[in-house]
């Protein structure tokens, strides 16, 4: 079963996505994060994305696909796989479309999840990385501040994303707009997209969500 996550950046589609995994039995694949762990691994994708990734825009079709696409046949058709941030343009719904059908799979549902700006550009700004990767955010746990550095309180040292910054946040709203706002439509001309609103608190949302998947199946 395949479900896809689709909203503007900072709806919660990863912080959902790993309450899912950890709660529900699910299965994740977030693009950022693949490339994200390209990038402090200095592979030759990470040193190719990094600086598109860091200003805001999106990576090219064609390497996104081809990542995602890797990705998706790590799990089993019978896996409950959430796709988190893949795909953001027509062209990746349209390849993920007869990747999916050669492999005589499908997509199951798409959840949208529909925040509005003030909100999700304050999580934004809430938002820490640690070193492995995972996401932390002062507007739900605390983040302790010592000589302009960021710590969990087990002294887990923690930065911000580069992409957080609001120059660089401003691009991706632009790109979302642009390029990824669009799939909403042509999902819905599918018949299989469900909207839950993203201003809610966590477990709110979360629940929301689970009715939903429940819905498509
Ligand atoms: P958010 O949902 O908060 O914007 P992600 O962690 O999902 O963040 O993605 C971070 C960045 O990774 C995106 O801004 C983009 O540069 C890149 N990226 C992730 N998924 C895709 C995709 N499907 N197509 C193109 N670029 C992507």
Redesign the pocket.
């Known amino acids: 079963m395949i479900y896809i996550f689709l909203?503007?950046?900072?709806?919660g589609?990863?912080t959902i996505a790993s309450k899912l995994v950890n709660e529900k039995n699910f299965k994740h694949i977030?693009?950022?994060?693949?490339?994200?762990e390209n990038i402090r691994n200095k592979t030759k994708i990470g040193l190719e994305?990094e600086k598109?990734?860091a200003e805001?825009?999106?990576?090219?079709?064609e390497l996104?696909n081809k990542i995602?696409t890797q990705k998706i046949l790590e799990f089993n058709n019978n896996d409950k796989l959430i796709l988190?941030?893949?795909?953001?343009?027509i062209d990746?719904a349209k390849y993920l479309d007869k990747f999916l059908s050669d492999n005589q799979s499908f997509i199951s549902g798409v959840i949208y999840m529909d925040a509005d700006q003030d909100v999700v550009i304050k999580r934004?700004s809430s938002?820490f990385l640690s070193e492995n990767g995972t996401t932390h955010n002062s507007l739900i746990e605390k983040i302790i501040e010592e000589k302009g550095k960021f710590y969990l309180s087990d002294g887990t040292k923690l930065s911000r994303?580069a992409?957080?910054e609001p120059i660089n946040v401003k691009q991706?709203f632009v790109?979302?707009v642009n390029k990824t706002s669009p799939l909403l439509k042509y999902y819905e001309e599918k018949g299989i997209v469900s909207k839950v609103d993203s201003n809610k608190d966590i477990d709110t949302i979360f629940n929301s969500i689970v009715d939903s998947i429940e819905s498509f199946n």
């Open positions: 909203g503007v950046p900072g709806a589609k990863g977030s693009t950022g994060d693949v490339f994200r994305v598109l990734i805001g825009n999106l990576v090219p079709d996104t995602a988190d941030g893949y795909p953001r343009t990746q934004i938002r994303r992409d957080d991706r790109e979302y």
